[in-house]
C-alpha cells in the first residue's frame, strides 16, 4: 500500500503525502491505533463530545435554519469528477503559487477567530502546524492569540491576516500594521460579518465568549485599543467581561461599512505592506465581483461564512461558478465554505477556484487534540488529495479544470434531515 521504496518518491517535486495512508494501515503491527476517524460525521461527532457546550454551539451554529449550509453540501453533490485513466500519475505535483508563495498544496487554513475555546493553546498548535506542512495560515481580527506570538508559531509558514474592520480608522491601521510587521503579507477584509448571523443555539445559550472575558487577546495587545480602554475607564485585569465586550464591539458592530471606504482601506494596506495583496472576503454576486475588479482588488474569496451569516443563500459553490464565468480571468480567485474533503477541494478548483481554504474539518481536530488533531486532520486532507490526483489521472494542479467535471442542474430540496456533513 503505497510503497516506501517507490523510486519515483525521490523525484517528485512535493512530499508523497499519500504514505500516512500507508503508516495508519502500519499502526497496529508496533501496538498502535490511528489517532481518530477523519470522515467529517464522525469527527464532528468526536468534537461535539470533547467540547463544552459553549465551544460545540459557536463551533457548529449556522444562521437561521442552516439552509445555507445545507445548499453549500448539496451544490458539491450535484458536481461529477471525470477520472481519466493510464495516466503517469508517479510524479505528480501538488504543489501551487499564492501570491508569490509556493505551498504544499491548492488549500490551506480558513480564519477562524476564538480558538481558546476549542483548545486552551488557542491559535498558536494551528499556527505550528500550518508552517510544518507549508500551508498558508490566516489570523482573525477576532483571534484569541496575539499577533506577534501566532506569527512567532507560525515560523516561516505563509501567513495572511483577516481584518474584521472597526469604525476608528487608527485602530485599523494599527492592527495592519502589527500583521504586517510580523509576517502576515496578505490582507483580506470580511464583508459579510459586521455583525453576528442570527443563531438560534448560541443566543438561546447566550454563548458568546468575548463578553464573558474570553478571546480579546489581539484588543487587549493593541497599543491603540488599550488607549481606548485607558479613555473610558476600563481596566481590562479588573473587569475582563467590559473589555472584552469594549473589543468585540468595535470589531462586530454592527454598523456596515460600504464601497467608498474601500479605496482607502486599500491604500493603507499598500502603504503599510510595500503594495502586498489586498483581498475581499465573503463576495457572492457577480456584480459585487465586478465591483471588486474596478477597485482594484487584487482577488477575492468566494464565500457565504460556511452559511453562519444569511441563511437561505445561494450556495458558495454556485456563486463561485457565477463569478468565475464573470471575472475569472481579470482577477485572482479564492473560494471557501462547505469543504469536507479533497473531492471538494478538486472541484472548488475545477470550477476556476485558484486556492481553497478549509475550516470546520481543522477545528474538529483541534477540538479533540490539539496541535496533534490538527496535524492529523490536515496530513489526512493531503494524503487524501495526493491519492485523488494519483488514481484520477492528475499530474498537476493545473490539470484539475473545468473539462474534468460533469455537472447536474441546480435541484436542491429541502432534505427532511439535514446532513451532518
Not at 464573558?212 to 495587545?221: D, F, H, Q, W, Y
Amino acid at each position: 500500500m503505497s510503497d516506501p521504496n517507490n523510486p519515483n518518491i525521490k523525484e517528485r517535486s512535493t512530499q508523497q503525502w499519500s504514505l500516512y495512508q500507508r503508516e495508519n494501515f502500519w499502526k497496529p503491527n508496533t501496538g498502535e491505533v490511528p489517532l481518530f476517524n477523519t470522515e467529517p460525521g464522525k469527527l464532528e461527532k468526536l468534537a461535539k463530545e470533547k467540547l463544552t457546550q459553549g465551544g460545540w454551539f459557536y463551533a457548529s451554529s449556522n444562521a437561521g435554519l442552516s439552509h445555507t449550509h445545507l445548499a453549500n453540501r448539496q451544490a458539491f453533490f450535484r458536481h461529477k469528477i471525470i477520472p481519466r485513466q493510464l495516466v503517469d500519475t508517479n510524479l505528480r505535483d501538488t504543489t501551487t503559487t499564492i501570491f508569490g508563495h509556493k505551498v504544499a498544496a491548492p488549500f490551506g487554513f480558513a480564519p477562524i477567530g476564538i480558538n481558546k475555546i476549542y483548545h486552551p493553546l488557542g491559535e498558536l498548535p494551528v499556527a505550528t502546524v500550518a508552517n510544518e506542512l507549508n500551508l498558508p495560515y490566516c489570523l482573525s481580527t477576532a483571534g484569541s492569540t496575539a499577533i506577534e506570538k501566532v506569527a512567532q508559531a507560525n515560523g516561516q509558514g505563509p501567513r495572511f491576516y483577516q481584518l474584521y474592520m472597526p469604525h476608528d480608522d487608527e485602530l485599523t491601521v494599527s492592527l495592519l500594521t502589527r500583521a504586517f510587521n510580523n509576517g502576515f503579507d496578505v490582507c483580506m477584509l470580511t464583508t459579510d460579518t459586521w455583525q453576528l448571523g442570527w443563531r438560534h443555539d448560541d443566543i438561546a445559550a447566550g454563548n458568546y465568549a468575548f463578553y464573558r472575558g474570553i478571546g480579546a487577546e489581539i484588543g487587549l495587545t493593541d497599543p491603540v485599543f488599550l488607549e481606548r480602554l485607558q479613555a473610558t475607564g476600563i481596566d481590562p485585569e479588573k473587569d475582563p467581561q467590559r473589555a472584552g465586550a469594549a473589543w468585540i464591539d468595535s470589531v462586530w458592530h454592527g454598523r456596515a461599512w460600504s464601497w467608498e471606504k474601500m479605496p482607502w482601506l486599500i491604500k493603507k494596506w499598500k502603504e503599510i505592506s510595500g503594495g502586498r495583496p489586498f483581498l475581499l472576503k465573503g463576495i457572492q454576486s457577480v456584480e459585487d465581483a465586478k465591483k471588486a475588479v474596478e477597485i482594484g482588488c487584487d482577488g477575492i474569496v468566494v464565500s457565504n461564512h460556511a452559511g453562519r451569516q444569511v441563511d437561505g443563500a445561494i450556495a458558495s459553490l454556485d456563486a463561485l461558478e457565477n463569478i468565475v464565468a464573470a471575472v475569472g480571468d481579470q482577477i485572482y480567485i479564492t473560494y471557501d465554505s462547505g469543504i469536507r474533503g479533497a473531492a471538494d477541494i478538486a472541484k472548488a478548483l475545477a470550477l476556476g477556484a485558484e486556492f481553497v481554504f478549509v475550516g470546520r474539518l481543522w477545528v474538529w481536530g483541534l477540538s479533540i487534540m490539539g496541535e496533534t488533531g490538527v496535524r492529523h486532520v490536515m496530513k489526512s486532507l493531503l494524503a487524501d488529495f495526493d491519492i485523488l490526483m494519483c488514481v484520477g489521472g492528475f499530474q498537476n494542479v493545473g490539470q484539475i479544470d473545468r473539462s474534468v467535471l460533469e455537472s447536474y442542474p441546480k435541484s436542491y430540496a429541502l432534505m427532511v434531515e439535514k446532513s451532518k456533513l
